[in-house]
């Protein structure tokens, strides 16, 4: 059995990201992913790169045959770089095969060729994401017709129609994103509105325009049965209807992918959602193995991902100091069209918490960029502390709303009045200088 200095389990943002570190300073690493199709992470392969590929060429008016290619290059192309990014290194190792705790510090990996490996590693990093969580309903297995976002990332001709199974940040981008490709898209949810975290004003907004855009939705209902028939899937539903479509797509969330790791073979501990549990150090509780990325439960964003390896990177070359502690604010952004981006607290929060504040809006149709672009449905909110005039928080709803989200995020965490931004010289025409009118 050969011993590696560090192990790297899953080939993630954190993961891939850290091992290179380890190898351009010289230390000996083994990164094991359990696909070849996988290398450089779910992002990379079959999240955030790929589908804002297609959801943007969609918006080109690509055909979606064209722009499945397109996706499958540039996967391709990210995939071949990141794992020559690693195993190109001099102390650095990709194994391929899936990998299975046997002790604290020990794993077996089965290898693509059916063979198995054992190694020990003296300090280890998990990194191996989340998986789809599909819901127990009757006859709901995946399979050719019902699948998950992985799977229809790797669909090269567009349904006719299509059921999405969730009305969540997910399930929403796919179902924005093959209504642009001409499929005729409906989307189911048990709950009583799209977007349960956001306010009810930005929530109502989303709906009206994914509805003009002519997306159908079905909410408040359960999906009770699901039966494949010839040529499709139908969903029998709580209130009686029988919906019937050549596809379906579940999407209901993700959890920790943690089943086949073997971690009952250690002392790792599990949160009660099957995350690995780990301190503001992503330490776990087995000394010298780590956990980062969805894994761990925290924020499912590839940008966290990255984030977790700072903090590991700051405990191995740094001071330590840096901890999930320093995480005070996380934007985020649904990429539907028009994107959905935020960052802090939202209105019911601030007023739960018993702020004194200002609520300061702008709808997107006032903005002369979004004009220019054609595109002006939206509204940018941000909410402020009349005693601080700190930015408590903002959900911005319009074009190019993931980049300005950033800006906002950059003021909140240096602790700046929101007069500073409004007052910023930006330049014309861009979406940022709605900010002058909004905060100034």
């Excluded at 797509?249 to 501990?269: C, F, H, S």
């Excluded at 940018?380 to 911005?396: C, D, M, P, Y």
């Excluded at 906002?408 to 910023?424: C, D, R």
């Amino acid at each position: 059995m050969k011993v590696y200095q560090n192990i790297v389990v899953g080939f993630g943002k954190g993961g891939k990201t850290l091992a290179k570190t380890l190898a351009n300073n010289g230390q000996e690493v083994l990164v094991i992913e359990a696909s070849a199709q996988m290398y450089g992470g779910t992002c990379i392969n079959v999240g955030c790169l790929p589908s804002k590929n297609l959801i943007i060429n969609g918006q080109a008016g690509l055909s979606f045959e064209e722009a499945s290619r397109q996706k499958r290059a540039l996967t391709e192309k990210l995939r071949l770089k990141n794992y020559h990014m690693i195993a190109d290194l001099p102390t650095a190792t990709v194994l391929t095969g899936q990998a299975k705790f046997i002790s604290n510090y020990e794993l077996e990996v089965m290898k693509l060729d059916g063979s198995r490996e054992r190694v020990r590693g003296e300090r280890i990093f998990i990194n191996t994401g989340a998986t789809p969580v599909v819901p127990k309903v009757a006859g709901l297995n995946l399979s050719d017709r019902i699948v998950t976002s992985k799977e229809a990332m790797d669909w090269t001709e567009k349904p006719t129609k299509l059921i999405i199974i969730g009305a969540g940040y997910i399930g929403l981008e796919f179902a924005s994103m093959f209504n642009s490709y001409g499929t005729e898209v409906t989307v189911i949810d048990s709950g009583k509105q799209i977007l349960k975290k956001e306010d009810d004003d930005v929530s109502q907004l989303v709906t009206a325009d994914l509805k003009v855009s002519g997306i159908d939705f079905k909410l408040d209902v359960k999906l009770e049965k699901v039966e494949e028939v010839v040529g499709g899937v139908e969903l029998f539903l709580s209130n009686g209807e029988v919906l019937r479509a050549p596809k379906v797509l579940v999407a209901t969330g993700r959890k920790p992918n943690t089943a086949n790791l073997g971690l009952e073979n250690t002392d790792i501990i599990l949160t009660d959602k099957g995350a690995i549990k780990v301190d503001e150090y992503l330490r776990t509780n087995v000394e010298n193995i780590w956990a980062l990325g969805d894994v761990n439960g925290g924020p499912q964003f590839t940008y966290i991902s990255l984030d977790d390896f700072r903090i590991v990177k700051d405990q191995l070359f740094g001071n330590g100091q840096k901890s999930l502690k320093d995480r005070l604010l996380v934007p985020y952004t649904a990429f539907i069209t028009p994107p959905l981006s935020s960052v802090g607290l939202k209105e019911k929060e601030v007023a739960q918490l018993g702020y004194d504040y200002q609520i300061l809006k702008l709808p997107v149709n006032g903005i002369p960029k979004a004009h220019v672009a054609g595109d002006s449905r939206g509204l940018f909110k941000i909410i402020v502390s009349k005693e601080s005039n700190q930015i408590l928080g903002a959900t911005l709803y319009g074009l190019e709303s993931h980049e300005v989200i950033n800006l906002i995020t950059l003021a909140m965490k240096a602790g700046l009045p929101y007069q500073e931004l409004g007052q910023l010289i930006y330049t014309h025409p861009t979406m940022s200088e709605s900010l002058n009118d909004l905060l100034g």
